[in-house]
């Protein structure tokens, strides 16, 4: 169920929401669930090197994503770089095709799910006529990660990045992934784990600068539940994105969950764009071993606990990030569905 990007960007959110009842759902962890079936992320490319090996593998987790109840999936072009890419041996056309991939992937698991549900294998409501499949609205979101998650050392959970990296830098970097990736076919770009001012600046400047026509999203990671990882405040990332037409969601996503209600309310002071959160679990990221570190974190139950508070904040898109789980998203539609106003959660 594909949303018109019919007049303005800001538009194209409010007709999603309205569509799913006010709250929508996004996935959870892409890499989480792909090492749950065997793949092994110890690698620069991390969730990427599956485009290559094992594409049907990443299919299988959107599906997974897609049955516990999201409305928004995630592609896995996270880590997916062409400076990246060519660092492997892969010519500079091989990798815009990995990339495009990515979205292709996507929208693939995407079509699978809508046709498994016209055959009425799911999810069915009565109506006058008969009863017919119950379609929740779904948007295929091309993930941009930081120049950080490129350089693979943990610089995405820290921002520093070195005086070297300017603002041409990193537009430079990301210029051609984002043109690739839009002209990919995805509902928007879901630009991830923002870790400081100045990689937002790019971002926005890109999005005008090459005048890409769909929409965005701008998604920040903290660690004190105040400032974004860099140090830079929240208000002034947040202030970045609500300044650029194209961005029609701001929010927070690989952040522990107890530090989300205070952001959200930061970002709430200074944007009227819809906010959306997928935290991690709460667990520890070693950048040095390339792993998440054993410890509780956050249990489903726990995590779901904290939704009713975001959304009282002012979350209106809620999901998951690392360590998190098909059985996380399934619990988070169960408690926004019945927060919402009649539309299909």
């Given at each position: 169920?594909?949303?018109?990007?019919?007049?303005?960007?800001?538009?194209?959110?409010?007709?999603?929401?309205?569509?799913?009842?006010?709250?929508?759902?996004?996935?959870?962890?892409?890499?989480?669930?792909?090492?749950?079936?065997?793949?092994?992320?110890?690698?620069?490319?991390?969730?990427?090197?599956?485009?290559?090996?094992?594409?049907?593998?990443?299919?299988?987790?959107?599906?997974?994503?897609?049955?516990?109840?999201?409305?928004?999936?995630?592609?896995?072009?996270?880590?997916?770089?062409?400076?990246?890419?060519?660092?492997?041996?892969?010519?500079?056309?091989?990798?815009?095709?990995?990339?495009?991939?990515?979205?292709?992937?996507?929208?693939?698991?995407?079509?699978?799910?809508?046709?498994?549900?016209?055959?009425?294998?799911?999810?069915?409501?009565?109506?006058?006529?008969?009863?017919?499949?119950?379609?929740?609205?779904?948007?295929?979101?091309?993930?941009?990660?930081?120049?950080?998650?490129?350089?693979?050392?943990?610089?995405?959970?820290?921002?520093?990045?070195?005086?070297?990296?300017?603002?041409?830098?990193?537009?430079?970097?990301?210029?051609?992934?984002?043109?690739?990736?839009?002209?990919?076919?995805?509902?928007?770009?879901?630009?991830?784990?923002?870790?400081?001012?100045?990689?937002?600046?790019?971002?926005?400047?890109?999005?005008?600068?090459?005048?890409?026509?769909?929409?965005?999203?701008?998604?920040?990671?903290?660690?004190?539940?105040?400032?974004?990882?860099?140090?830079?405040?929240?208000?002034?990332?947040?202030?970045?994105?609500?300044?650029?037409?194209?961005?029609?969601?701001v929010g927070i996503n690989c952040?522990?969950?107890?530090?989300i209600q205070g952001l959200i309310?930061?970002?709430?002071?200074?944007?009227?764009?819809?906010?959306?959160?997928?935290?991690?679990?709460g667990e520890t990221y070693d950048?040095?071993?390339?792993?998440?570190?054993?410890?509780?974190?956050?249990?489903?139950?726990?995590?779901?606990?904290?939704?009713?508070?975001?959304?009282?904040?002012?979350?209106?898109?809620?999901?998951?990030?690392?360590?998190?789980?098909?059985?996380?998203?399934?619990?988070?539609?169960?408690?926004?569905?019945?927060?919402?106003?009649?539309?299909?959660?």
């Amino acid at each position: 169920m594909e949303i018109e990007t019919v007049g303005s960007y800001s538009a194209v959110m409010e007709s999603f929401l309205r569509l799913c009842g006010g709250y929508a759902v996004i996935d959870g962890g892409l890499a989480t669930e792909l090492e749950r079936h065997g793949a092994n992320l110890n690698d620069p490319l991390w969730s990427a090197k599956y485009l290559i090996s094992s594409p049907h593998l990443i299919r299988r987790v959107h599906l997974d994503y897609l049955e516990a109840g999201a409305n928004i999936i995630i592609s896995s072009s996270y880590q997916a770089t062409l400076q990246g890419f060519e660092s492997k041996g892969f010519s500079r056309e091989e990798g815009e095709n990995l990339l495009r991939t990515s979205v292709e992937i996507a929208r693939e698991a995407r079509d699978i799910y809508y046709d498994r549900a016209a055959k009425g294998s799911w999810n069915i409501i009565g109506d006058k006529d008969g009863i017919i499949p119950r379609q929740r609205p779904v948007l295929v979101a091309a993930s941009v990660g930081s120049y950080g998650a490129y350089l693979a050392d943990g610089s995405e959970y820290s921002g520093v990045y070195g005086k070297n990296v300017s603002l041409e830098t990193l537009k430079d970097f990301h210029r051609r992934r984002v043109q690739v990736l839009a002209e990919s076919g995805p509902d928007l770009i879901a630009f991830e784990t923002i870790p400081n001012k100045l990689e937002a600046k790019a971002y926005a400047e890109l999005l005008e600068e090459e005048a890409i026509n769909i929409p965005a999203w701008f998604s920040f990671n903290s660690k004190d539940g105040t400032n974004v990882v860099s140090g830079d405040p929240i208000a002034d990332c947040a202030l970045i994105a609500h300044s650029c037409d194209q961005v029609i969601g701001v929010g927070i996503n690989c952040t522990p969950p107890r530090y989300i209600q205070g952001l959200i309310q930061s970002i709430g002071r200074v944007t009227t764009k819809p906010i959306l959160i997928y935290p991690n679990s709460g667990e520890t990221y070693d950048a040095d071993r390339k792993e998440w570190l054993p410890s509780s974190g956050v249990s489903d139950v726990d995590f779901v606990s904290y939704v009713g508070k975001w959304c009282e904040a002012g979350a209106s898109l809620v999901g998951g990030c690392c360590r998190t789980t098909p059985n996380t998203i399934r619990a988070i539609s169960k408690a926004l569905s019945s927060r919402t106003n009649g539309g299909f959660p």
